[in-house]
């Protein structure tokens, strides 16, 4: 099992900045492709950015400029440095994680979930 565990939410204000942590753990051999996605209050949930293992980077149009995706491979663990928020930018933010075990061979995983909040 796999477990990813998010950090860095948070309450800030337009303009402001926020980094959020996600770091894999449990029984893996290689962790692939990690990203971010987010889910607003009756909204489908959407990507925002991913990153592979050779750190080729996608962004949603909404974020290109102002957030920058990556990834520590030794640490098993991906950043989302988001600046110039905006209110729109309130979501829960989600970790996803492509993980290789020999039992289980590929499986996605994702995170519970951290809040980010924007006021304007």
């Known amino acids: 099992q796999v477990q990813l565990r998010e950090s860095g939410g948070g309450l800030v204000q337009a303009g402001g900045s926020l980094r959020l942590s996600c770091a894999a753990s449990?029984?893996?051999?290689?962790?692939?492709?990690m990203g971010w996605y987010r889910q607003a209050p009756g909204k489908q949930r959407e990507l925002v950015a991913t990153i592979t293992n050779d750190d080729s980077t996608n962004y949603a149009d909404s974020v290109k400029g102002r957030f920058t995706i990556s990834r520590d491979n030794a640490k098993n663990t991906v950043y989302l440095q988001m600046n110039s928020l905006k209110p729109e930018d309130t979501a829960a933010y989600y970790c996803?994680?492509?993980?290789?075990?020999?039992?289980?061979?590929?499986?996605?995983?994702w995170g519970l979930g951290t809040q980010v909040t924007v006021s304007s």
């Open positions: 449990g029984s893996f051999f290689r962790i692939g492709a």
């Open positions: 996803k994680a492509a993980a290789y075990s020999t039992y289980v061979g590929r499986s996605d995983y």
